[in-house]
């Protein structure tokens, strides 16, 4: 086993390691959530991972998210987050695409080659777009619900979408699941209460660093135990 994954190895033993280095694993979103799961997801030893991000690094991202720096505003995520996973790993396989995933050119995306999704955009169209692709073609997914307007990373917890509260965004997507007869969904929500006025849907949300990299991270460490399990 190489330096690189030597502690990793450790812990979860070398054909583990082996095991997740011939893993490909899809990240939607590479924002606050996004950007923590992708660098989690291959500092573990993933190797080979898909990105998908249509936006660029802005000032307001300095508060949360990995891949924004002052040396980075203004670039393509896709383009920072690729540069930056080259540097963990350089022998690390990866396919970045920049697009605003949507019903309308879900199919540039082949699922297939995918062995796990992770849902981290904020989108509800995109969301429950590439829940249906991954549930269509049998492909293990977890999504991410909202993070914003929370603070208290303690709340966070991986569970059934249907068992899920205090979530807006959650909500929303309970609803639309069902009228698509899915009746289950892995997802990373907060069941932390928010004042009534932070509810608005036209308000844009607050966010903290401690919270969005925590869900990430969580999201990358499902995955990997999932990986190793199957």
Known sequence: MDGMYERTAMCIGEDAVKKLQKSHVAVFGVGGVG???????????????TVIDNDVVSESNLNRQIIALHSTIGKKKTEVIKSRLLDINPELKIHAYD???????????????FDFICDCVDTVTAKLEIIMRAKNENISIISSCGTG???????LKITDIFSTKNCPLAKVMRKELKKRNIEKLDVIASDELINKAEKEIVRTPGSVAFVPSVAGIMIAGFVINNLIKQ
Do not use: C, Q, W
């Open 35 to 49: 950007g923590y799961t992708a660098e989690v997801l291959v500092r573990s030893g993933i190797g080979e991972i």
């Open 99 to 113: 697009m605003f995933f949507l019903p309308e050119n879900s199919k540039e995306i082949d699922f297939i080659n």
């Open 149 to 155: 307007n929370k603070t208290h990373p303690e709340k």
